[in-house]
């Protein structure tokens, strides 16, 4: 069930984004284009539209994601916390070697 609800969230998100770039913003955005729809609905009656599609979009983002963190779900039960199982199963550390000295160099023969 979880992976219906997080491919429908990002089908939505995906829709809700396109929504958003047809929004007319300050410079006019892409829902000028749309003359045709303009034209048969009335510039008011598609910014409404295009308004309430997005905020319905926004809130079916919401549930979904929300739906989607409570069919996750919590630890199972029975099974002991996530930090006391990685204390067990983790691997012991390395035991601790000091470099060997460095050798000294071999003294002079004497007479030369």
């Known amino acids: 069930m979880y992976d ?48 309430k599609t997005t905020w319905t979009l926004a809130a079916l983002l919401v549930i979904f994601s929300v739906a989607s963190a409570f069919c996750l779900g919590g630890p199972k039960q029975g099974s002991e916390s996530i930090v006391k199982d990685m204390k067990t199963t983790a691997p012991a550390p390395a035991a601790k070697t000091t470099p060997a000295a460095p050798a000294a160099p071999a003294p002079a023969a004497p007479g030369k």
């Open 4 to 51: 219906v609800f997080v491919i429908l969230a990002v089908i939505t998100a995906v829709l809700l984004a396109c929504i958003v770039l047809i929004q007319e913003s300050k410079g006019g955005g892409l829902a000028s284009d749309f003359a045709s729809s303009n034209q048969i609905m009335g510039v008011r009656k598609t910014t409404d539209v295009i308004e």
